[in-house]
């Protein structure tokens, strides 16, 4: 089973602070996404990359970054986090034409 | 632009009762198609998908999709709900070979009833 991990379940920081969202997948997947969810609006895409060093935008790019220097990992990054961005973040991984598999999300708060 | 629509955020069964949530697209090209099941505090697990073949598709857990591309929907059925069926469900879009980037509906939530 592919199994797409998320480093932390439930996440506080402050406005202003530098956050780091950390997401592994086991699969060997080139494609690696990150979302974020909130109520009524679904599911958004933040940020994607389909190869190591690669990244593209996704619909709501605004406020964020990301890196992926191996193929395995990809983490998402607040540069400078807004109570705006508390939300729950998902992670997916998949490989060509398959569907995505997801991480059990980041709850992420902003005070 | 590829894009999804589920109307209505919540629908309410009893035990026992179908389940109908309905999705409807657009897509430029013959799309691929995916209903999601989200728990509370899980991320998404996939229910089935239709890729282009047949277009009654049976997933997991008793639920299956029908696609009908005159009437650019994709709706989800199950004959009998079961409490544990209780969930949010997402129909995601997506366009073969871009690299798989899904589009997704808003998400409707059902609750099931004793």
């Known amino acids: 089973d592919v199994k797409v991990t998320q480093s932390s379940r439930y996440l506080v920081k402050r406005t202003g602070e530098k956050v780091f969202l950390e997401c592994v997948q086991d699969?060997?997947?080139?494609?690696m996404f990150w979302y974020r969810q909130d109520p009524g609006l679904g599911l958004r895409l933040i940020y994607f990359?389909?190869?190591?060093?690669?990244?593209e935008k996704g619909d709501i790019p605004e406020g964020y970054s990301v890196s992926r220097e191996k193929k395995e990992r990809f983490s998402l990054i607040l540069e400078s986090a807004s109570t705006n961005q508390t939300s729950m973040y998902l992670c997916?991984?998949?490989?060509?034409?398959?569907?995505?598999?997801f991480g059990d999300g980041t709850r992420l708060s902003i005070l | 632009a590829q894009s999804v629509t589920q109307l209505g955020s919540h629908v309410s069964v009893s035990e026992g009762a179908l389940v109908l949530l309905r999705c409807n697209y657009s897509?430029?090209?013959?799309?691929?198609l995916f209903w999601y099941v989200q728990y509370p505090n899980q991320g998404l697990q996939l229910l089935l998908k239709?890729?282009?073949?047949?277009?009654l598709v049976k997933g997991i857990n008793g639920f299956e999709a029908e696609f009908k591309k005159s009437e650019t929907s994709f709706h989800l059925t199950k004959p009998s709900a079961h409490m544990s069926d209780a969930a949010e469900y997402f129909c995601?879009?997506?366009?073969?070979?871009?690299?798989?980037?899904?589009?997704f509906g808003k998400g409707i939530t059902l609750s099931v009833r004793p």
């Open positions: 997916a991984s998949s490989t060509a034409n398959q569907p995505q598999h």
């Open positions: 699969m060997d997947h080139e494609n």
């Open positions: 990359s389909y190869d190591v060093k690669m990244k």
């Open positions: 897509s430029s090209v013959p799309p691929y």
């Open positions: 239709y890729t282009s073949a047949a277009t």
């Open positions: 995601a879009v997506s366009e073969p070979g871009a690299n798989s980037k899904l589009t």
